[in-house]
């Protein structure tokens, strides 16, 4: 069912099966609900602002892993691409290969000037409900900023 507009808070999370770096087949639903989950959706793969967030993401990390929380990007890059990415620049968290914009359609995300496939974070509590949505095509750091405080909060 895609959604027409963004999910909103207190919405639930859908499922969802996508490839991850990896070639696996990852159910979103089998950790949906036993843990906070930080969902963020980025436009490419090694692009400038792209590899801001991610590096962010990683340098971030333990913090996430501290407040019990997993991390996942998407982006409709494929698994092959996501494998060099994430080997480029260590990326230790789950990248997912969303190559029909299925996901993404599914969230709501939305598009920036209509062409680029935007860029937005979603914050899943371990109820499998979005308690936080964050979206900034340019302000990549407040991704992650956004995400601990929120999960600080949970």
Known sequence: MPATKTLSIGDFAPDFVLKNQHG???KFSDFRTKQPVVLYFYPKDDTPGCTAEAKCFRDSYEKFLQLGALVIGISSDSPEAHMKFAE???IPFTLLSDS???VRKMYGVPKTLLVLPGRTTFVIDKNGIIRHV???QTNVHKHIDEAIRILNQL
């Open 134 to 136: 964050f979206s900034s």
């Open 88 to 90: 480029k620049y260590q």
């Open 24 to 26: 696996q087949v990852v």
């Open 100 to 102: 029909l914009g299925q």
